[in-house]
């Protein structure tokens, strides 16, 4: 789809909130009050309630040659009612790529897992849902050593619902194969998120300024071409 040159960038659009197609309705601050865990434990299986604070900030543009996506990097902050210790951390991007209509999701978590999810959605899309495969080189998912003999994520989905209040909630399920279990675990988690501050522009669109698509290097390396100044 891309065509045979691989290197050039396309100009794209420096206000990245005007092109996250359905993305958008999700940037900004989020809080949920009413989250809910279910995760095994070696009696069988724990339901925990979680309170959490979700930041989705737009980026600017980004491309792989012809490939461009518009995002926003996240930060999600979870604890259970009523403590302040951590019971979940995960940071990474939402991606919105217009030429495929496709939604990328990334996740990385300080117990030492990162996956590459994606899935198709229209670009006024309300409902979409990623997927990522373990095994998979390139919507894969990937664990230390401990997680993957002993929790070893099969598969993992995530499913996002806009609603027409402003809100928007998800559904994202782990399957888990655990030593001494005849069958995979699903680990799910769902929650419903309120906007509480909108988002911040992104750096190119809040300078004013537009910078022109160049052929050229891909990112890094094309800043390592360069050389010191």
């Not at 009612?81 to 990385?108: I, R």
């Not at 909108?198 to 390396?221: D, H, T």
Request: proline share 10%.
């Amino acid at each position: 789809m891309y065509g045979p040159d691989i290197y050039t960038e396309p100009p794209g659009d420096p206000d990245t909130l005007a092109n996250l197609g359905p993305l958008g309705p999700m940037a900004g601050v989020w809080e949920g009050m009413k989250g809910a865990d279910e995760h095994p434990v070696a009696e069988g299986t724990e339901r925990d309630a979680f309170v959490e604070h979700y930041e989705l900030e737009p980026i600017d543009r980004q491309t792989n040659g012809p490939q461009l996506f518009y995002g926003m990097r996240y930060h999600t902050h979870i604890t259970k009612p009523g403590e302040t210790e951590t019971f979940h951390d995960q940071v990474g991007y939402w991606l919105w790529e217009p030429a495929a209509n496709t939604v990328t999701f990334t996740l990385g978590i300080p117990r030492g897992q990162v996956l590459l999810a994606a899935g198709p959605a229209e670009p006024d899309a309300t409902e979409f849902e990623l997927h990522a495969t373990v095994g998979s080189e390139v919507h894969g998912i990937l664990s230390n050593p401990f997680l993957d003999q002993a929790f070893r994520t099969l598969s993992y989905r995530i499913s996002v619902s806009v609603h027409d209040d402003g809100t928007w909630s998800y559904e994202e399920e782990g399957v888990l194969e655990i030593p001494g279990r005849d069958q995979p675990f699903h680990h799910i988690d769902r929650n419903t998120l309120t906007r509480v501050a909108p988002p911040e522009p992104n750096p190119l669109a809040g300078s004013g300024s537009a910078l022109p698509g160049a052929p050229g290097g891909l990112g890094i390396g094309s800043l390592l071409a360069r050389g010191p100044r």
